[in-house]
């Protein structure tokens, strides 16, 4: 990455969620601009990220956004990097995409914190019963394949 150059956010999900991946494609759908890259909790680029924040790979209900990240470093190097997750990650990529999106996003985090989490929360544990789960992460399609960074 180059000095001025702004490193593009990723999102880590539940690479087997129904809903999870409904949420990427409409990331994909939305963000014009290709401002953010993908990655799945399950492969060892988000277990990797995770570990580095104390954060526990094992733990698929939550959804996260790396800011700052610099995948031209090694993995293991120190980087500046913050870790959103739950509705603060769910919040910020909603501001991100603009539009009716943005104004989603603001009201949203207008609620107070244990407010937005408890309502994340509540359908994070329901999200395979209610949308699916596949066997396997899906492969992003041919074009959108190089914003998948673990792939």
Known sequence: ??????????LLYD????????????????????????AALQGALGHRIL???????????TFY???DFNAALP??????ETLLA?????????????GVWRLLGGLFRLLPQT??????????HRRYRVFGRYDSCPLPSEKDRRRFLDV
Not at 17 to 29: D, E, Y
Not at 51 to 61: I, T, V, W
Not at 75 to 80: D, G, L, R, T, Y
């Open 1 to 10: 990455m180059t000095e001025g150059e702004k490193a593009h956010p990723v």
């Open 15 to 38: 690479g087997v969620c129904g809903l999870c991946n409904r949420t990427v494609q409409l990331v994909i759908k939305r963000d014009r601009s290709e401002v953010f890259r993908f």
């Open 51 to 61: 570990e580095r924040h104390g954060a526990n790979p094992s733990d698929l209900d």
């Open 65 to 67: 956004v790396v800011l």
């Open 75 to 80: 993995i293991e190097a120190e980087q500046n």
């Open 86 to 98: 739950r509705s603060d990650a769910m919040s910020f990529v909603l501001c991100e995409l603009g």
């Open 115 to 124: 407010t937005r989490d408890w309502m994340y929360n509540l359908v994070a």
